[in-house]
Each structure stands twice: as C-alpha cells, then as structure tokens.
C-alpha cells in the first residue's frame, strides 16, 4: 500500500481488518445478517479454520519474477481465479450495492454472480453493462418461475445459470432472532438502539431504506413493500426439489448451468453425468446446515469424482490469496468470495469491493512468487505438504 493511499485503505490491508471496519460502520443487526451462520456457528467457523490445516511446500529456487494469475472459465478469460459470489440483499449495505459490486468486478476482469435476492432486478444489473455475469436461482413450488428467471437470464445476456441447491429450507441463523433483524428486515428494540449509533450508514441509505426490496419478485402493478414480497418468496421454496428439476433447468438454460451446495461426491458425479456445466463446491458460508464440513475439506473427493470432466469452484471461509492458492493446488478451478465483497460495499461502495479483489490479487501473487510459481496452470498437487487429509508429497 503506498503513504498516498487514502486513510480507509491504509486501514483495511486485509479481509479480516475489512470486516472489523465493516462491524464498525454497520448497524449491529445488517452485519450480523452477513457475519453469521446457522446455530451454534460450527460449520461456519470450521470454514476458515481448515485452512490452517493446508500447508503449501515451497520452491523458490523456480525463480520467478512474474506472474500470471489469469484462468479461462467457460471460454471468459478472468484476470484472477477470485469471482463474487452471490448474496442476497447487498443493497442494504451500501446504496445500488449489487450494481457497485458487479461494476467492480468488471472493472477488476472477473466475474460476478447475481443473487436470486438482489435488490436490483435482473435486468437493472445488466443494464450497468458489467461482464460476465451469472445468476443464481432456486427450485420453486411453482417451477414456472424458476423458468421465468432463467429466461429473463438469458434475455438479459447473462453468461452463466447457478442453480442453489441448499437453500430450499431456510437455516436457523440465530443471531438474527437475536437482534430482531428478519427478512424483511426488521429491527427490534435493541437493534433501533445500535443503529442510532452508526450515523454515515443511516445517512447514506437514507434515501434507500424504504426501497429496500427483492427486486427479482415484484410483480407488475404490485406493491412493491419488502414484507408483502419476501413472505411471498419464502413460501416459494420447494424442499421437495429432485434430480428431475435439475434436468428441467438443464434444458431450458443452454449456457453454463453451476450447481451450487455441492458436497457429497456421488451428488457431484450425478451432476456432471446430467450434463452440468461446473459445480460449486459450499456449505452456504455455514448459514444453511450446521455440522457439515468445511468445503476445503471435500473439494479433494469432489475433485476425484469430477476427475476433470467439469471445472470444480468453491467458496467458504477463504480469507487470504494464499486460501485460493491452496484451493487451487487441491484440484478447484476458481474461488467465490460472498462476505468480502459486503465488507467492501460497507466501507467504500464499488471501490471498497475493487480493494478487496485488489488484496486477493496481492496476497496470492505474492503467495505465489514465494512458492516459485509463475502461473496458475502450475499450481498443482506437489504444492501441498503431506497431509493425512489433503494430499501427499510426490
Ligand atoms: C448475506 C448473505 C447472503 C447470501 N445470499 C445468498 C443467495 O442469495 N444465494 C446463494 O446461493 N448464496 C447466498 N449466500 C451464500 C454465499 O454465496 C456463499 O455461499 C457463502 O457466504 C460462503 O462464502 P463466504 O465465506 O465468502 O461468505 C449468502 C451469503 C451471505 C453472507
């Protein structure tokens, strides 16, 4: 970081100190609606903490003094292996919030991914002209509507389809009972009191407040009121979504179709055998199932059963280039970041979001420089120590 950079940069030199400025800026309740998980926080913790257990085996005598982090994904070329993930409601972390993110990412040349929650609607998003881009969808009681969102993808020029497949059942993410925040979002008494205390984020969304809604679900001539909206796409999920819907979508979208929510390795091998594009290896950032693994922790047996048939993503808990570079050398093509883009949005808007793909630029190109590897395409299994769990030494 250079003396001239403004104080907030000079301040948020990793991810971690961009979320402890994110937690001073937010009203308790909307950080805590990013910043937690589902019950006790086990899988969500358990995340991060996998990392730890990956150790990267150096060679610097490789000697280099360039890298090259970019990766092709489904034709695009992307300058780093970082794409944004998707989450629902990031315009209530900083004004046309969703808008801010996907132009940073463009401008930084990787992908962004819409939230079937997004404030924005489909096609207001594209209208900002950011690329590539994807969406994200779920199964609907009414599966006439997941149609009608792949379709209007598809109208709007979007480059890719996520199919969510572990959300049909919302998690119990205690903190929001806690602070009174629900989707809609609402604010109970003690949530009312920490908000009073954070003046810029009320300033800025003042305007905004009111209009906080789930952009992709209002109909036509309907009000657009965020309680009428999210009871209605509450009730929409249908838990009983099967293999079958999975090949529905698979012939009504035509581009790349993701599944997202993947973690058993017969569920991935499925996938790829009924013609799905990529997969997206998660634990919904431990906010759906408390108790399952962290998503480092299967990609090796994900990445066996896939054996090279379709690109292998992942997201959960990476907090340093080094996480992607270690994701990487255990067989994962790209990493989705989802909270550090809010924490980004929160500080500084679309140059908060293009600051944290800038750190994770950094990190894993140092990362690299100081395993001796020069590109992506050579970051392989050799890079990670013998592990019992992980991988071995050649
Ligand atoms: C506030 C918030 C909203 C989210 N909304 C969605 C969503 O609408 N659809 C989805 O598939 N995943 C959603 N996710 C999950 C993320 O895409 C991602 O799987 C998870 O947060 C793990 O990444 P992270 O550890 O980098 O946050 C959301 C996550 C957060 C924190």
Redesign the pocket.
């Known amino acids: 970081m250079t003396a001239q950079a403004p104080e907030w940069k000079r301040q948020a030199y990793s991810i971690a100190a961009m979320r402890v400025m994110a937690r001073t800026t937010l009203p308790r309740p909307v950080f805590d609606?990013?910043?937690g998980g589902a019950e006790d926080e086990l899988t969500?913790r358990r995340?991060?903490k996998a990392f730890a257990a990956v150790e990267l085996l150096p060679r610097p005598l490789n000697g280099t003094s360039e890298r090259d982090l970019s990766i092709t994904l489904f034709g695009k070329r992307l300058s780093l292996p970082v794409l944004i993930?998707?989450?629902?409601?990031?315009g209530l972390f900083w004004p046309d919030g969703e808008r801010c993110a996907a132009r940073a990412a463009s401008a930084s040349g990787t992908a962004y991914?819409l939230?079937?929650?997004?404030v924005c609607t489909i096609e207001q998003l594209a209208e900002c002209g950011a690329a590539p881009r994807w969406m994200?969808v779920?199964i609907y009681k009414d599966r006439g509507f997941t149609r009608e969102l792949a379709e209007r993808a598809a109208k709007a020029g979007y480059d890719a389809l996520?199919l969510?497949v572990?959300?049909q059942l919302t998690g119990n993410r205690e903190r929001d009972i806690r602070n009174g925040f629900s989707i809609p979002p609402q604010f109970g008494l003690a949530g009312l009191a920490g908000m009073a205390l954070k003046a810029e984020w009320l300033w800025r969304m003042r305007r905004e407040i009111g209009r906080i809604t789930f952009g992709n679900y209002v109909r036509p001539g309907e009000a657009s009121n965020i309680k009428m909206v999210a009871g209605r796409m509450a009730a929409m999920l249908d838990p009983s979504m099967s293999w079958a819907d999975v090949d529905e979508l698979r012939k009504i979208w035509r581009g790349p179709l993701l599944l997202?929510?993947i973690l058993h390795r017969a569920e991935a091998k499925n996938a790829v055998e009924r013609g799905i594009d990529g997969l997206?290896v998660?634990?919904?950032?431990?906010?759906q199932l408390d108790g399952a693994p962290a998503?480092i922790a299967v990609l090796p047996s994900i990445v066996e059963a896939v054996a090279g048939r379709v690109p292998v993503l992942l997201?959960?808990?990476?907090?340093r280039g080094g996480d992607v570079v270690k994701a990487l050398a255990l067989g994962a093509q790209a990493w989705?970041?989802?909270?550090?883009q809010?924490w980004g949005l929160a500080i500084a808007g679309e140059a908060g979001v293009a600051h944290m793909l800038e750190l994770y630029r950094q990190e894993m190109s140092r990362v690299m420089g100081l395993c001796g590897i020069a590109r992506v395409a050579d970051i392989g299994k050799d890079l990670v120590f013998s592990h019992p769990k992980y991988g071995r030494q050649p």
């Open positions: 609606f990013a910043d969500l995340n991060e993930g998707p989450t629902g409601l990031a991914c939230s079937h929650g997004s994200q779920f996520v969510t572990d959300n997202k929510g997206i998660s634990n919904h950032g431990g906010r998503s997201d959960g808990g990476v907090r989705l970041v989802a909270r550090p809010l």
